[in-house]
């Protein structure tokens, strides 16, 4: 029986004990009516056979030259950093009400908020969120819990197109009303001119991307100014692997942002088909009892000797119930793991040439891709990581025949922004190297011939 | 230690970054850092060290037995975390295109079909995240519903004072008022309270059964009926499906929708705190609402269905398909056990549950449903050992620490005074069980002979009790440089 250690003898002796005759019995309490027939037919595998079918299903799936970003990135992953987290007592360990046994987990999330503080240029963090959109959608419930008059929250369109829908699923029930401000067609950012039908109204917050969806830099210093001056929270979406190099979101305008919150995959979470990634949230002191999810303090125990414990709970479902900031319980503990591991073995320098080489190859590949007739960026907006560039063909067509060739070209921005016509997305982080750039370009090229 | 305090000026990994400082001159100045981020300056090998001791600190299922109730704290199967981490499926990138990923994605359309046939539900939809946002999408679809049909006077959802958390956080969250309804004495919800509260403006009811009491309500058929007869819908919390696996599926109890916790009853880990994941099922009526995207299986391909074909699906709650990696553990554990395998998952939870409450019965210990069969949990109550001796169930709890078993869940629910959920998993043996109720006797006679010595508990710990006040009151977030 899998992962059932009982003998015949244990059953027997367990039943005596109980006064049942049977195991059957114990179920006496369900109304028969209510007992379910059988279950389809699923043979048990042992792990031998699982190993070979789910060996056979990985390599269907095979490996590619990626070239797509779009919020989830492909960065080198040191060894040491799943070794670690993988660690039965990492893994199989939960959630640290009990202190005094999670010591481990419990120190490990305050280095981590404190790295995030710090990243951010925030003064607190918490201990992670469920996804970079899951969390904007709670900054912007805190932004309005805060507010307390408004209920309108303005949101680029060069946000993540994913991220909005996630903020309108999450947050239309509560009457929140997510007004939309378009993009620069030239510079692919916001401008502040764009916000200026909304100077002087009662607005809760303005997001703010950096870099964008676009992988264009926004003008942060002047939109988080614009946000104060219209008594609304500026919220920072932000890439943390750009923190390395970019302005924090606490230094953005004269003030600095309100909330940063952001996905926090590119520190040393892989890719794996969309998740488990993780959230990041980190804000202004004076907004921490608004923030929702778990925290961790630093005190002391009986004899003064230093601990961490879960703190300020009295914002949270467990205890304030249908008063909590959120209905968060369970986060992504295991994948801050890895990012606290990850960002320990990085460093500060370490983390920022990552984060350079991946600037300067995608640099890069856009220069070399610009030698493509009727290749073209499209914004002229300075760019961190990412590009979008315009084809002189159906962008699908393209991507089609680049994956027979075993390169993922970059991602269709025609669902999205149809009105940037035949264009891709593209990123080329510090693991492409100069032939792989080559190889995507001779290849892009002799399709278009 | 802290991992700053290990920090140098000027130490790096260069094995683990780019050789050289790559050129960023064509980011304008007035974006770029002034001064860089605080993050430790350490070796290798002194990550590596540091992070194994912290892992040594902590209590896991790896080392110690968890009888944590509503938890469902079970073994998690080596198997399930190395070929969820094949490289193929790490590197797959959540935007390549559907015929990059069959395999993939056949798993995740194998894994919907069995919670189907598992739950009895006519859809499921994997994106959740965790049981809250499970929840979230549960009862965002209850109120689409109403909203298609025009309903617009629905704006209660009824939920027993027994309940998770999380079930009026929740409920708020979707625009709800929560109206709460008492327990009767036996442990199953008062039905004439359920009576008196439901009316035009029931949206829905909220419920877990067995319920967190560890029983199972025996009145279900007919709360379907008074709630469905008022319009309302009904939600079935899964975080205690563990319980019947196999033996009751919830949509026979007239669920209209319900989430799975994959990180309890499908053996995927809790890792400290996440991640989890809680696919979502529906009943016939709440198809059409289902969160995207949702895999189907046509012409042998399988395929994304998103909001262009389930339009009035309540939308996306994460950037991509959910936490597809805790998916992919859930699957090989479902394949690893079978159909056979999934029964007796609720008969040796509930086996293991009924012979610790019998144990711990007969050792003393009053058990608050006595009268009651336990599902997969139990509670035992110590209100009349506190009135003796002054010893309370947290410090009971503290003092199990110390006879290296992680503490049940305590002062939950909140309706049993000095309370303790028991939730024995039916991965532990009856030699754990056995050697565990020893040490609950032995706790027993202390709390008698030595209470001062049981209320300062923990004794053995890498910390003794911590100041929860303190860190409260003068909240230290965050390290700074100068402490």
């Known amino acids: 029986m899998p992962f059932i250690p009982h003998t015949e003898e244990d059953i027997s002796t367990m039943l005596a004990s109980i006064g049942a005759n049977t195991i059957e019995d114990l179920f006496d309490e369900i109304p028969p009516a209510l007992k379910s027939g059988s279950l389809k037919a699923l043979p048990g595998l042992s792990e031998m056979e699982i190993s070979r079918l789910m060996q056979e299903r990985a390599e269907v799936d095979g490996r590619y030259l990626n070239f797509i970003g779009a919020g989830a990135y492909e960065h080198h992953i040191p060894a040491a950093v799943w070794q670690i987290t993988t660690r039965g007592e990492f893994y199989s360990s939960y959630t640290p009400y009990q202190a005094e046994a999670s010591q481990g987990t419990l120190q490990l999330l305050y280095e981590y908020q404190t790295m995030m503080a710090s990243l951010t240029g925030m003064d607190v963090s918490n201990a992670s969120m469920y996804d970079g959109a899951s969390a904007l959608a709670e900054a912007a419930l805190m932004a309005v819990r805060s507010h307390k008059s408004s209920r309108r929250i303005l949101m680029p369109t060069t946000v993540h197109p994913i991220y909005r829908r996630v903020v309108r699923a999450i947050v239309k029930n509560q009457g929140i009303e997510v007004v939309e401000i378009p993009y620069c067609a030239e510079c692919g950012h916001t401008l502040a001119e764009s916000l200026a039908p909304y100077a002087g109204q009662d607005i809760a917050a303005l997001v703010i991307p950096q870099p964008n969806f676009f992988g264009v830099l926004e003008p942060v210093d002047a939109l988080t100014d614009w946000a104060h001056d219209n008594n609304a929270l500026a919220i920072g979406v932000v890439n943390p692997m750009a923190l390395a190099l970019l302005t924090p979101p606490g230094e953005w305008g004269s003030t600095g942002a309100d909330v940063a919150v952001g996905e926090g995959q590119p520190l040393g979470i892989p890719l794996s088909s969309g998740g488990p990634y993780f959230g990041f949230m980190a804000c202004k002191q004076s907004l921490v009892r608004q923030m929702p999810g778990r925290i961790i303090g630093r005190t002391t125990d009986l004899d003064g000797k230093t601990g961490f414990v879960l703190t300020l709970q009295a914002r949270e479902q467990h205890i304030r119930r249908s008063k909590a900031t959120s209905n968060i319980c369970t986060n992504q503990g295991l994948m801050v793991t890895a990012a606290t591991i990850y960002m320990s073995l990085l460093g500060p320098e370490g983390l920022r040439r990552v984060a350079a080489q991946s600037h300067a190859n995608t640099v890069a590949l856009v220069e070399q891709l610009e030698t493509l007739k009727g290749v073209k960026r499209i914004f002229s907006g300075p760019l961190f990581h990412e590009a979008a560039v315009t084809l002189p063909a159906p962008a699908g067509a393209v991507l089609q025949t680049l994956k027979a060739q075993g390169i993922l070209a970059g991602l269709d921005l025609g669902e999205h922004y149809p009105e940037l016509g035949n264009a891709l997305l593209v990123c080329a982080t510090e693991t492409k190297i100069a032939d792989d750039l080559k190889k995507y370009v001779e290849h892009l090229g002799r399709v278009l011939a | ?483």
Request: proline share 7%; glycine share 8%.
């Open chain 2, 1 to 483: 230690m802290l991992i700053f305090e290990h920090s140098r000026p000027g130490r790096r990994n260069y094995s683990q970054s780019p050789t050289t400082a790559a050129e960023t001159s064509n980011i304008p100045q007035n974006l770029l850092r002034k001064t860089p981020p605080l993050l430790p300056e350490v070796s290798e090998m002194d990550t590596v060290r540091h992070y194994t001791r912290l892992s040594q600190l902590n209590f896991s299922i790896d080392t110690q037995f968890y009888p944590l109730g509503s938890c469902t704290m079970k073994y998690n199967p080596r198997a399930c975390n190395s070929l969820a981490m094949l490289p193929q499926f790490l590197a797959r990138h959540p935007l390549a295109p559907e015929d990059t990923g069959q395999g993939f994605l056949a798993c995740m359309y194998e894994l919907q079909e069995i919670l189907k046939d598992v739950t009895g539900m006519a859809g499921v939809s994997l994106t959740p995240m965790a049981g809250a946002q499970g929840e979230l999408v549960g009862v965002a679809m209850i109120r689409a519903y109403h909203e298609a049909r025009g309903d617009y006077a629905r704006t209660e959802i009824i939920v027993p004072d027994a309940a998770h958390g999380t079930n009026p956080a929740t409920a708020v969250m979707c625009g709800y008022t929560v109206v709460e309804i008492p327990t009767g004495k036996e442990g199953d919800v008062d039905m004439a309270a359920l009576k008196a509260a439901v009316g035009p403006k029931t949206a829905g009811l909220m419920l877990t059964n067995p319920s967190t009491l560890g029983i199972f309500e025996k009145n279900i058929a007919e709360m379907s009926r008074i709630v469905h007869e008022a319009g309302g819908l009904l939600y079935y919390d899964g975080a205690n499906l563990n319980a019947i696996l196999g033996k009751v599926k919830p949509g026979d109890m007239g669920f209209d929708v319900i989430h799975i916790n994959l990180h309890k009853t499908f053996s995927t880990p809790h890792g400290g705190g996440g991640p989890g994941s809680a696919p979502v099922g529906v009943a016939e009526r709440l198809l059409p609402f289902m969160p995207v995207p949702i895999v189907a299986f046509e012409q042998g391909t399988y395929r994304w269905l998103t909001e262009k074909e389930i339009p009035q699906s309540i939308g996306r709650l994460s950037a991509h398909m959910g936490n597809a990696g805790v998916l992919l553990r859930a699957y090989i554990y479902i394949r690893l056990l079978g159909a056979e395998g999934m029964y007796r998952v609720a008969e040796f939870a509930t086996l293991n549950a009924n012979y610790l409450m019998a144990e711990l019965s007969k050792a003393g210990f009053e058990i608050a449903y006595p009268t009651r069969r336990a599902s997969h949990e139990f509670i035992v109550t110590l209100k009349d050992l506190k009135e003796k001796t002054g010893v309370t169930a947290m410090n009971v709890a503290k003092r199990l620490l110390d006879k290296g078993y992680h503490a049940p869940t305590t002062y939950f629910p909140m309706l049993v005074p000095e309370c303790l959920l028991i939730e024995p998993a039916e991965t532990e043996s009856k030699q754990t069980l056995d050697a565990f109720i020893s040490s609950m006797k032995e706790i027993l006679a202390e709390a008698h002979a030595q209470p001062e010595m049981v209320k300062g508990a923990p004794h053995t710990t890498p910390v003794r009790k911590l100041d929860d006040v303190k860190a409260a009151r003068e909240p230290d977030l965050t390290w700074k440089q100068s402490s």
